[in-house]
């Protein structure tokens, strides 16, 4: 409050000095055009000159404020447009993650003119039709976006190669990812493309090489890695055509997960070295899979064997005999005693197996060495109590 009256004091001062001065000289001011004159106190002509400029400025505000009402609205239409293209391009990402295609296609095709789109737009509105069937129309886009330098030529390489493979068509996807750099082609796309590429050329060994980049770049579902694995691992060691050591070696590398009890992949690897008749082999294989587990495809394998190599599977098989609860290690020795000439042994091995499983197998086995020592009447109602047992079961 006090400032403001030092204010208004000073101002009634400065005012009172001003008409003091004004009234004691009001000066004189003449101008002469033509035959015009126009005569005037210099301070009078002074507030003339100080109103005719804040005329001129607020004319020149209202002019400079009516062009700017054009280029404000312009503003906010694109404004407007931006909104609705930035709309258009969330509701077809949703639509392709939703798998609704069409959808997706359209509203990214429709994403607002080229110069506002992202790469994203072509690309993903060439996917989705792609998975509507429309390969050459998903292609011809691609081809679009590539000429119109809409997106990087690496990621319409990959998008183009995946529209072959959508299409079944690993001729072009491999010629399509061809044109990748060595640096392009170890992105984690890229590889994940390669290595279902190589699942239809059924290239195993590449497809193995791939695999452990596929998982560090968690590009494919876990599922999906785990099956391609599978396939590609036992199509590996079924196929080879090569030595015993080269299947071995292979078998030898193979996940540890691929190797456990119960998986296919051990009895893909006896299946090859039984169909070579690579005996000596073989055994040692089998001797190895002991140590860990005893399964049956395991002992299957052992009365396959010749006697040579079969007699030697004896001290591996009995370290399983506690734990033997279908009779199959009993049955194994049986047949190993039968090859030494055993028969007492033999046939306290038959008895204890079928005792442990009866089934037919054990039975017959049993039967056939009972009668081989005469006991024919024994051997007969075995095979009675077997018949039995399967009509009951039926």
Not at 77 to 89: D, E, K, P, Q, W
Not at 263 to 270: I, K, R, T
């Amino acid at each position: 409050m006090a400032r403001m009256s030092l204010y208004l004091v000073c101002s009634l001062f400065v005012g009172a000095i001003l008409v003091n001065t004004i009234v004691q000289d009001p000066g004189y001011l003449l101008m002469s055009w033509g035959d015009w004159q126009v005569e005037t106190s210099v301070w009078l002509a002074m507030s003339a000159l100080l109103l005719t400029y804040l005329v001129l400025w607020l004319l020149l505000r209202m002019v400079r404020s009516t062009l700017r009402v054009p280029r404000a609205l312009r503003q906010w239409l694109g404004l407007r447009s931006v909104r609705g293209a930035h709309r258009r391009t969330d509701k077809g990402f949703a639509a392709f993650f939703e798998g609704r295609w069409d959808v997706a296609e359209k509203a990214l095709r429709k994403g607002g003119p080229v110069d506002e789109q992202t790469l994203l737009h072509p690309l993903y509105a060439a996917l989705a039709t792609a998975r509507r069937g429309q390969t050459e129309r998903a292609l011809a886009l691609l081809d679009q976006a590539e000429a119109d330098g809409a997106a990087p030529l690496s990621l319409v390489v990959m998008a183009r190669a995946e529209c072959h493979l959508a299409a079944m068509a690993p001729d072009r996807a491999e010629q399509a990812l061809d044109q990748l750099s060595s640096a392009d082609r170890a992105l984690p796309r890229a590889r994940a493309l390669q290595a279902e590429l190589a699942y239809f050329q059924r290239d195993w060994q590449r497809l193995i090489e791939l695999l452990p980049d596929l998982r560090r770049g968690r590009v494919v579902p876990e599922h999906q890695a785990a099956a391609w694995e599978r396939t590609a691992w036992l199509a590996a060691l079924s196929e080879t055509a090569d030595s015993t050591s080269a299947a071995l070696s292979l078998w030898k590398r193979a996940p540890e997960a691929l190797k456990a009890e119960g998986q296919p992949l051990w009895g893909a690897l006896v299946t090859r070295l039984q169909s070579g008749e690579e005996w000596e082999a073989l055994q040692k294989a089998l001797q190895e899979r002991l140590e860990r587990y005893c399964e049956p495809i395991t002992l299957q394998a052992t009365s396959a064997l010749p006697e040579r190599q079969a007699i030697k599977m004896k001290k591996s098989i009995k370290r399983w005999c506690e734990e033997d609860a279908e009779g199959r290690c009993h049955a194994a020795l049986a047949h190993i005693a039968q090859l030494e000439g055993d028969t007492e042994a033999a046939g306290s091995l038959w008895e204890q197996a079928y005792s442990r499983c009866p089934s037919a197998e054990h039975a017959a086995k049993w039967s056939g060495w009972l009668r081989d020592q005469g006991e024919e009447g024994q051997a007969s109602a075995l095979e009675g109590e077997l018949l039995v047992t399967l009509r009951n079961d039926r």
